[in-house]
């Protein structure tokens, strides 16, 4: 049983992190990372005077509804933004259903997220009763090194998302009616709670592995803890501890603070302790003192 328990031990903590890896290299997770960036370029980028901007969009499409990551009203138009995050070089069309994307000699397929971005537009073109030229579609990439092919149209790098976006300078709405599209955007039946289920979700596993490699290697962690405290205490005080790091006892202390001396002319020996007492030792006691190299000798 005791070698049993061990070896549950270390599941508790290898099993959820092999699960841990695996969301990290998922699709969701990358997708969150790019949607995290450009949440964070549109809200520090963007004068919020003249931008609004909306996150996680919900919206009607035929008998169901689509997602957009990102939508920007201003009266330079609405800007339908679509968060992608690849690694390593990327190549597609605008046409291509799927592009790739090249790292560590591996090569995968994704969607294109041109497609998506253009099915986002197309349901508020609907839902808002606007026109096409009302609108700017984007796919904001994060994580990716470039294009091996050439860069399709109306796809940018997230760093420059802002800039692009700022020179936009014709108007396309009137004040009232950018306002009316805010109004639309903010019913509640449009907006989507943001769903906190996958943070919770890495949270948990990231709690079972700590706690799991607790558990697992709590006796070589308390060795490791005990080590570093023993040489800090030998550091802060070397003279209450032999050359090989065990402690002198109460009675090794008293006598390192004796001062000995012995004569070697008449074999008398004497010891004072630090108020300049004489203290009685065994004369082999004294002896040895003197013969220190941390007391006197005579």
């Known amino acids: 049983m005791e070698s049993v328990q061990p070896m549950l031990y270390h599941l508790l903590w290898i099993v959820p992190l092999v699960l841990l890896l695996f969301f990290l290299s998922s699709p969701r997770f990358r997708g969150d990372i790019a949607e995290t960036r450009v949440r964070r370029i549109l809200g520090t980028g963007l004068d919020k005077g003249r931008y609004t901007v909306f996150h996680q969009l919900v919206v009607p499409a035929g008998a169901g509804t689509v997602t957009i990551d990102h939508v920007v009203v201003s009266k330079f138009g609405i800007f339908v933004i679509e ?102 955007l903010n019913k509640s039946h449009l907006a989507s709670r943001p769903s906190h289920r996958w943070a919770i979700v890495r949270v948990v596993l990231l709690a079972l592995v700590l706690g799991g490699a ?46 000995c001396a012995f004569s070697v002319d008449t074999g008398r020996c004497a010891c004072y302790d630090p108020e300049g007492t004489r203290v009685q030792l065994e004369p082999e006691t004294c002896r040895s003192l003197a013969e220190r190299g941390s007391v006197l000798k005579q």
């Open 83 to 184: 968060s992608e995050y690849a690694r390593g070089w990327v190549s597609g069309t605008a046409v291509q259903a799927q592009w790739k994307m090249k790292s560590s000699g591996k090569t995968r397929l994704f969607d294109n997220p041109l497609h998506r971005n253009t099915l986002q537009q197309d349901a508020l073109e609907r839902l808002l009763g606007l026109p096409g030229s009302r609108f700017h579609g984007l796919v904001a990439m994060t994580g990716h090194k470039g294009f091996k092919t050439e860069r399709p149209d109306r796809v940018l790098d997230a760093e420059k998302l802002v800039p692009w976006m700022r020179r936009k300078g014709q108007m396309l709405l009137s004040t009232e009616e950018a306002e009316r599209v805010v109004q639309a």
């Open 214 to 259: 607790y558990l697992a290697f709590r006796d070589d962690i308390g060795r490791i803890a005990a080590d570093w405290k023993h040489r800090a205490a030998v550091q802060e005080s070397p003279a209450d501890y032999h050359p090989d790091g065990t402690a002198k006892t109460e009675r090794e202390r008293w006598e390192d603070s004796l001062i």
